[in-house]
C-alpha cells in the first residue's frame, strides 16, 4: 500500500483546525512550566551552595553540583515522559478524539514513566551508535525506530524490545515515505527559523507534530493491527 502522505497531511491539517488551541497553548504552556521549574530549582541550588557567586566553600559548590547534575537528570526524566505524553496527545487530536491537557502527563500513571524513559534513553543510544558508524544508518535507523515513541505510551502492554521489534515491522517499506513527508515540511521550518518560532510556535511545530501522529496511525492500523490479527489467528 502506498504511503498517503497527502492524505495525511490534510487530516492533520483539519485537526488543527478544529484543535487549534490545545495543539499550540498546551505544548506551550507544558514547556513553560517545566523551564519554570528548572529555572526555579536552579536558582535556589545556586543561592543555597554559592555556585555561579564564587561565595560558597568548596564542599558546599561539591554539594551544590551534585545537586544541579540530580536536577538535571530529573528533569531530562520527566520530560521524556511528557515527550511521550505528547505523542499521545497529538495522536488523540489526529483521530479527532478531543485532546485534554491531562495527556501530557499520561506517561506517569500505572508505572508507565520508567518504561517509557528506558525505551526512549535505548532508542536515543542506538540511532547514536549508528550514526558513529555512517550517517546514512543513523538515519535509516531513527526513521525504523520512529513508531517506538507512539507504541511505548499507546500500546503498554508491549514489552521495549517488542515496541523496537514492532516499530521495525511498522516501517518496513515506508521509510522513504516517512523521509519524503518529514522533507515536506522543510519550507515551514526555514519559516518558523527566520519569524523566531513564531511561524513554528503557532502553526508549523503542531501542524507537523499532527502529520508525525498521522504516519503512526496510519502504520498502526495498516501494519501493527494486521500483524497483530494474523498473531491471534495464528494462535487460534
Same mark, same amino acid.
Given at each position: 500500500?502506498?504511503?498517503p502522505?497527502?492524505? &495525511?497531511?490534510?487530516?492533520a491539517?483539519?485537526?488543527?483546525?478544529g484543535?487549534?488551541?490545545?495543539?499550540?497553548?498546551? =505544548?506551550?504552556?507544558? /514547556?513553560?512550566i517545566i523551564?519554570?521549574?528548572?529555572?526555579?530549582?536552579?536558582?535556589?541550588?545556586?543561592?543555597?551552595?554559592?555556585? %555561579? #557567586?564564587?561565595?560558597?566553600?568548596?564542599?558546599?559548590?561539591t554539594?551544590?553540583?551534585?545537586?544541579? &547534575?540530580?536536577?538535571?537528570?530529573?528533569?531530562?526524566?520527566?520530560?521524556?515522559?511528557?515527550?511521550?505524553g505528547?505523542?499521545l496527545?497529538?495522536?488523540?487530536?489526529?483521530?479527532?478524539?478531543?485532546?485534554?491537557?491531562e495527556?501530557?502527563?499520561?506517561?506517569?500513571?500505572?508505572?508507565?514513566?520508567?518504561?517509557?524513559?528506558? /525505551?526512549?534513553?535505548?532508542?536515543?543510544?542506538?540511532?547514536?551508535?549508528?550514526?558513529?558508524?555512517?550517517?546514512?544508518?543513523?538515519?535509516?535507523?531513527?526513521?525504523?525506530?520512529?513508531?517506538? =515513541?507512539?507504541?511505548?505510551?499507546?500500546? =503498554?502492554?508491549?514489552?521495549?524490545?517488542?515496541?523496537?521489534?514492532?516499530?521495525?515491522?511498522?516501517?518496513? @517499506? #515506508?521509510? @522513504?515515505?516517512?523521509?519524503?513527508?518529514?522533507?515536506?515540511? &522543510? @519550507?515551514?521550518?526555514?519559516?518558523?527559523?527566520?519569524?523566531?518560532?513564531?511561524?513554528?510556535?503557532?502553526?508549523?511545530? =503542531?501542524? #507537523? *507534530?499532527?502529520?508525525?501522529? %498521522?504516519?503512526?496511525?496510519?502504520l498502526? *492500523?495498516?501494519?501493527?493491527?494486521?500483524?497483530?490479527?494474523?498473531?491471534?489467528?495464528?494462535q487460534?
Amino acid at each position: 500500500m502506498e504511503f498517503p502522505r497527502k492524505q &495525511i497531511k490534510a487530516n492533520a491539517r483539519a485537526a488543527l483546525k478544529g484543535y487549534y488551541w490545545p495543539c499550540v497553548g498546551y =505544548p506551550l504552556l507544558v /514547556g513553560l512550566i517545566i523551564g519554570a521549574v528548572a529555572g526555579a530549582a536552579s536558582f535556589a541550588v545556586a543561592a543555597v551552595t554559592g555556585i %555561579g #557567586y564564587g561565595t560558597g566553600s568548596l564542599g558546599m559548590l561539591t554539594v551544590g553540583f551534585i545537586i544541579a &547534575i540530580a536536577i538535571d537528570l530529573a528533569i531530562t526524566f520527566v520530560s521524556l515522559v511528557i515527550a511521550a505524553g505528547q505523542c499521545l496527545f497529538f495522536y488523540r487530536a489526529y483521530r479527532a478524539e478531543r485532546p485534554e491537557f491531562e495527556t501530557f502527563f499520561a506517561g506517569f500513571k500505572n508505572g508507565q514513566a520508567w518504561h517509557i524513559i528506558g /525505551g526512549l534513553l535505548l532508542m536515543c543510544l542506538k540511532i547514536f551508535l549508528w550514526s558513529l558508524l555512517l550517517f546514512i544508518p543513523g538515519i535509516i535507523k531513527s526513521y525504523e525506530y520512529s513508531m517506538v =515513541p507512539y507504541l511505548l505510551i499507546d500500546e =503498554p502492554n508491549l514489552t521495549v524490545s517488542e515496541c523496537f521489534k514492532a516499530s521495525k515491522q511498522m516501517t518496513t @517499506g #515506508y521509510k @522513504g515515505g516517512l523521509f519524503v513527508l518529514d522533507l515536506s515540511f &522543510i @519550507g515551514w521550518m526555514l519559516l518558523a527559523s527566520i519569524t523566531m518560532c513564531l511561524v513554528g510556535i503557532f502553526y508549523a511545530f =503542531p501542524y #507537523y *507534530t499532527l502529520a508525525s501522529a %498521522g504516519a503512526y496511525d496510519f502504520l498502526k *492500523t495498516t501494519r501493527f493491527e494486521q500483524s497483530s490479527q494474523e498473531a491471534v489467528a495464528e494462535q487460534a
